[in-house]
């Protein structure tokens, strides 16, 4: 009896020991990365306050052992690294440690940097605040370099969704006509080159501040070409002030290459699209005083603008030009909104391309786009109504970690 | 000729693309340094691209001057600044064109803070009176929505200003609320667009099917 | 009289304006100056930065135009970050910032006895934009080897420990153009995670709200406003608080001639059809 009696007081007091020490370690190579760390993790215990966990880590199973860290034990849970570890009731439960480096005090004062491709030795030890040492088991790992960042698989995913959606929606414009709205501003474009034709007074268009690499300024660049192609047809004169020299040199080739389809080449010459200066506000006072000295009778202003715009349009609001704009550049749209007479708003611009051509790659980008639009419109609204259900599932999906 | 001018451009602007998309995912070792390097190449053709500016630049004013076109004299103007700006780049305030520029005494410093911040700032100083007279022409309540833009516009006005609180401390709070609640979300919405746009308009140019940027035709 | 009204020469209302700029800027009257969260989240910040001996790094990019809007937050905020021993590491995207930053250096260093290496470094510009970022995320130094006056950054105080972007504690981006959600968010906070806060110019403060939303920015300073709040945080009156007189009288007018323009358009336009 006595016997069994101290059994089971020893029972009893080695429990609430191994209870203490980490339990469930996992070594790993630390996901999603370019190698040089090594992931820990292991279960949270019911641990006396002040208590600790001492990371050693060595490059041998009989060490040495070298500390890396010491953490309190409410530190690094899973829940803190979702984009890691997932969002599981299991993470609030579980702690983690990446090790990067680690101080060898006998050889050197500078940390040591874990190497790539080499298998370390890590071991976790629960220090209690009456001094005890409750180490783990010792745990080999690598770190390795990664391939793909996991964290960002739903952007990939998405991503190569919408644009095989683009490129479907390319494709099956070339062989079907496909339907775009009427776009009021675009309606009035022959307006605005016909009254320039009747007042004999050229048209003037910018294509903003961006350069050549901006999708803007592409949209602006097609845009363009269709244009030079009327005032081509209908003989009148034309000028395009650039703001950057590449932009330029594309705009030249476009107008050239519209001018011969139309049969003109005769009509174009370089000085019709000139470079009227690199700088925001030289390049705002010099369009200023080509408008008030030429006084053209249409503005059209397609692109990227900042600042300027309202420069540039109040001016040919007051020569009593006929306007219209089109940007993507969300906080001059008031402006532009105020003093044009039609304005083309955000996506619109891009599809204005589409529409004066109505090229297949151009109306394809188009609807492909709109398919993209209305699902991110479906998931907005589901998410929303899930989010106030309280479930984060789709919340969770579109995260960018 | 035609490999030079379409083809190799196309194919470059396909594998650089394509690899600027996948390194993105990739954290490997070598991705990020390739990365690094195409970061590197374009700063440096960014800087040269400088030159092509100039170039551009003086050449357009160098035919005004050349032809005596309208406003000339103008171009004069061009090339003296930019000449006395270059001189007083390589003058470098006595220390010369091998020293690091010195950004805080000089002739370019000069020039710089008694010519182009004060021509800068009153080009963009002009902006405040064009706003007023353009807002007095537009900015009629015509329709509902009209006029619930005009008050809107109004609250924001005073809000953004301390008169706004001396007014009323319910003033700066809305203004704050429509900023933050109904500009936030055209904002978004206008965004979610424009990006979608972004994608549509690189994949064409990275699949070739774009090729307006390198300059008319097919 | 109609007429007149109606065909308002805006001349007439240039001339209000000015004086609406001229007189007040004369004259000296108080007026409330009340900081926004917005404001305040960036204060709260380098005062966090301040009590961990941090660093930060400040993007300048704008010019002259913007100079009126940006540079009293240039002023403050480097005034704020010496007063509070925090290091400053300046670096600009926009060429035409430089010299406009140089002055803001030299005249907020005199103030609080700053010493150039110790307390602050300056790099001057580079070509790049989203390129450069990329490159200094990954490689500090090995992007900005020396500073503008040609000291090796490895060997300077303040950045002989910065390797990378992580390695700061704040960025500040106080710019005129899209360089905050165009450049300094894709390729640099989106990546790296670091602390962000911005000013701007008044016109695309509205912009940058949706970046506050997501967390992607933690404070905002939108134009002239933004920089007297920050003004009266710190409490040096600078031209930005000098700026809101001139600035209020404006507005007022402004919506003292969109209310007649309302009034005339009801009155008189309105039965016409209406006149644009």
């Known amino acids: 009896m006595r016997y069994i009696l101290l059994c089971l007081t020893l029972l009893f007091c080695m429990c609430p020991v191994q209870a203490q020490q980490p ?318 007479d039609y304005t083309l708003m955000g996506e619109e611009l891009y599809a204005a391309s589409a529409y004066l051509s109505r090229e297949p790659k151009l109306m394809g980008s188009l609807k492909g786009m709109d398919v993209g639009k209305a699902f991110l419109l479906l998931t907005l609204v589901l998410g929303t109504l899930l989010a106030t259900m309280g479930n984060q599932t789709l919340a969770h999906i579109f995260t960018a970690y | 000729m035609l490999f030079l001018r379409r083809t190799l451009p196309l194919l470059i602007a396909f594998i650089v693309g394509t690899l600027g998309i996948l390194i993105y995912y990739i954290p490997h070792t070598a991705a990020q340094d390739l990365e690094q390097e195409l970061a590197r190449w374009d700063r440096i053709i960014a800087a040269f691209a400088m030159l092509l500016g100039i170039y551009s630049l003086m050449s357009l004013h160098l035919n005004r001057v050349k032809r005596q076109q309208g406003g000339w004299g103008y171009s004069f103007l061009v090339f003296l600044g930019f000449g006395l700006m270059i001189l007083f780049s390589l003058y470098n305030d006595g220390l010369g064109p091998f020293k690091p520029q010195v950004a805080d005494s000089g002739p370019f410093v000069w020039m710089f803070d008694n010519v182009q911040v004060p021509a800068d700032a009153t080009m963009f100083s002009i902006l405040a009176f064009f706003i007023a007279s353009a807002a007095y022409r537009t900015f009629r309540a015509r329709t509902p929505e009209a006029a619930i833009l005009l008050v809107s516009a109004i609250i924001v006005m005073l809000g953004r200003v301390p008169i706004g609180v001396l007014i009323s401390d319910w003033i700066p709070w809305f203004s704050q609320w429509l900023m933050a609640v109904p500009n936030l979300a055209a904002k978004r919405g206008i965004l979610l667009g424009v990006s979608l746009g972004a994608i549509a308009t690189s994949l064409r140019i990275i699949f070739g099917i774009e090729r307006s940027y390198l300059g008319g035709g097919e | 009289m109609k007429d007149f009204l109606i065909n308002l020469d805006r001349r007439f209302i240039f001339i209000f304006v000015a004086i609406g700029v001229i007189l007040p800027a004369l004259t000296t009257f108080p007026l409330p100056i009340k900081p926004t969260a917005n404001v305040r989240a960036i204060y709260n910040t380098i005062e966090e930065v301040a009590a961990q001996n941090g660093t930060v790094l400040i993007s300048f990019d704008y010019g002259p135009g913007s100079m009126p809007e940006i540079q009293p937050m240039t002023l403050s905020v480097l005034r704020h970050c010496f007063s509070k021993k925090v290091k400053v590491v300046g670096m600009c995207l926009w060429p035409q910032a430089v010299g406009l930053v140089q002055q803001a250096l030299d005249t907020t260093s005199k103030e609080f006895d700053a010493q150039y290496g110790t307390d602050y470094v300056f790099l001057g510009y580079k070509t790049g934009m989203h390129s450069l970022v990329i490159n200094m995320g990954r490689d500090f130094q090995g992007t900005y080897p020396q500073d503008l006056q040609g000291n090796n950054t490895a060997d300077l105080a303040v950045t002989q420990r910065i390797f990378g972007l992580k390695d700061f504690d704040y960025v500040i981006c106080l710019a005129a153009g899209n360089t905050p959600d165009g450049v300094w968010i894709p390729y640099g906070q989106e990546r790296y995670k670091f602390k962000f806060g911005i000013g701007c110019t008044a016109v695309m403060a509205p912009d940058q709200f949706p970046y506050l939303q997501s967390g992607q920015m933690n404070g905002l300073m939108g134009g002239l406003a933004g920089a007297a709040e920050y003004e009266k945080l710190i409490n040096t009156p600078g031209t930005a608080t000098d700026g809101m007189r001139p600035q209020s009288v404006v507005h007022v007018i402004i919506i003292l001639f969109i209310l007649l323009g309302n009034t005339i358009y009801f009155l008189y336009d309105r039965k016409k059809g209406g006149a644009k």
Request: proline fraction near 5%.
């Open chain 1, 23 to 340: 339990t469930q370690i996992q070594t790993m190579d630390t996901p999603n990365d370019a190698g040089g760390s090594i992931t820990l993790t292991w279960n949270r215990a019911d641990l006396p306050p002040k208590s600790v966990y001492k990371i050693a880590i060595g490059e041998s199973p009989n060490g040495p052992f070298y500390l890396a860290t010491e953490l309190p034990t409410t530190a690094n849970l899973m829940s803190d690294d979702p984009a890691t570890f997932g969002h599981g009731d299991e993470t609030a439960q579980t702690h983690f440690f990446n090790i990067t480096e680690y101080q060898d005090t006998n050889n050197t004062e500078k940390p040591l940097k874990l190497e790539t491709d080499k298998t370390y030795y890590v071991q976790i030890t629960t220090q209690l605040p009456n001094g005890q040492m409750l180490p783990s088991n010792i745990s080999p790992a690598t770190a390795i370099q990664n391939l793909f960042n996991k964290t960002k698989i739903n952007n990939f995913i998405l991503g190569t969704v919408f644009s095989l959606i683009i490129l479907i929606a390319i494709y099956m414009a070339r062989r079907h006509e496909m339907y775009i709205r009427r776009i009021a501003g675009l309606e009035a474009l022959d307006e605005a080159l016909g009254r320039a034709t009747e007042m004999g007074k050229p048209v003037f268009f910018a294509h903003g501040l961006h350069p050549m690499g901006s999708v803007s300024t592409i949209a602006a660049v097609n845009i363009l070409s269709r244009i030079a192609r009327r005032t081509a047809e209908f003989n009148t004169e034309l000028k395009v002030a650039n703001n950057d020299p590449i932009v330029m040199a594309v705009s030249r080739e476009v107008v050239k290459e519209s001018y011969l389809n139309a049969g003109r080449p005769d009509a174009y010459n370089d000085d019709m699209v000139f470079l009227a200066a690199t700088e925001q506000f030289s390049y705002a006072a010099a369009v200023d005083g080509m408008m008030v000295r030429e006084r053209p009778a249409a503005n059209i202003m397609m692109g990227y603008f900042y600042a300027e715009s309202l420069l540039l349009a109040e001016t040919g609001a007051n020569i009593g030009a006929i306007q219209i704009a089109g940007t993507d550049s969300y906080t001059q749209l008031p402006f532009f909104i105020t003093t044009c």
